[in-house]
T-cell receptor
Framework: DTEVTQTPKHLVMGMTNKKSLKCEQHMGHRAMYWYKQKAKKPPELMFVYSYEKLSINESVPSRFSPECPNSSLLNLHLHALQPEDSALYLC??????????????FGNGTRLTVT | AQSVTQLDSQVPVFEEAPVELRCNYSSSVSVYLFWYVQYPNQGLQLLLKYLSGSTLVKGINGFEAEFNKSQTSFHLRKPSVHISDTAEYFCAVSALRGGADGLTFGKGTHLIIQP
């Protein structure tokens, strides 16, 4: 069982839809992440929140909009996506920064298909 | 900048045989190294980590890895594999970014266990 919970597990959306991915952790972690993983590729970092503030945006298109309502929740709002955005979206959390090498804990992901 | 190289994209091994998955890293600062495993349709699970101290690190499911600073390597080993070890294995290096421990992944090695 994973300690990071992602919903929904699967999502199919059209290019004009608006949808949201949700992530929740109750480990008291203060850093949360969104990664995108295409088939047979490693995860690629999209966003990092540290202490509920957006600290890294890896030049992600504005059709992806992250939100961190509180220290336990992380959302990814999707709007006007393209078919090439179809991928597995992974949420992760870690204890926090200071460069101590805290391991990331991953959820099982949301499999997104854009039609 | 930090990077990770996994030279083998696929490693076939017979059941109960030993296996080594290779990982080399590049970093200009102190490194924190990780191995993650990803089973089909799941997120990433931490196998083991090297932060400091003993260069031989033991992880879950009978895996271990050895940190070699002079060869900039962090190879993963298991003395006897099982069918259930079939999965994608990612080596990763951690860096403090934006107040959080961001991970940079290698391209992954697909471990195939043959009966």
């Amino acid at each position: 069982d994973t300690e990071v919970t992602q919903t929904p597990k699967h999502l199919v959306m059209g290019m004009t839809n608006k949808k949201s991915l949700k992530c929740e952790q109750h480990m008291g972690h203060r850093a949360m992440y969104w990664y995108k993983q295409k088939a047979k590729k490693p995860p690629e970092l999209m966003f990092v929140y540290s202490y509920e503030k957006l600290s890294i945006n890896e030049s992600v298109p504005s059709r992806f909009s992250p939100e961190c309502p509180n220290s336990s929740l992380l959302n990814l709002h999707l709007h006007a996506l393209q078919p090439e955005d179809s991928a597995l979206y992974l949420c992760a959390s870690s204890q926090g920064g200071q460069g101590k090498g805290s391991p990331l804990h991953f959820g099982n992901g949301t499999r997104l298909t854009v039609t | 900048a930090q990077s990770v190289t996994q030279l083998d994209s696929q490693v076939p091994v017979f059941e109960e045989a030993p296996v080594e998955l290779r990982c080399n890293y590049s970093s200009s600062v102190s490194v924190y190294l990780f191995w993650y495993v990803q089973y089909p349709n799941q997120g990433l699970q931490l196998l083991l980590k090297y932060l400091s101290g003993s260069t031989l690190v033991k992880g879950i499911n009978g895996f271990e890895a050895e940190f070699n600073k002079s060869q900039t390597s962090f190879h993963l080993r298991k003395p006897s594999v099982h069918i259930s070890d079939t999965a994608e294995y990612f080596c990763a290096v951690s860096a403090l970014r934006g107040g959080a421990d961001g991970l940079t992944f290698g391209k992954g090695t697909h471990l195939i266990i043959q009966p």
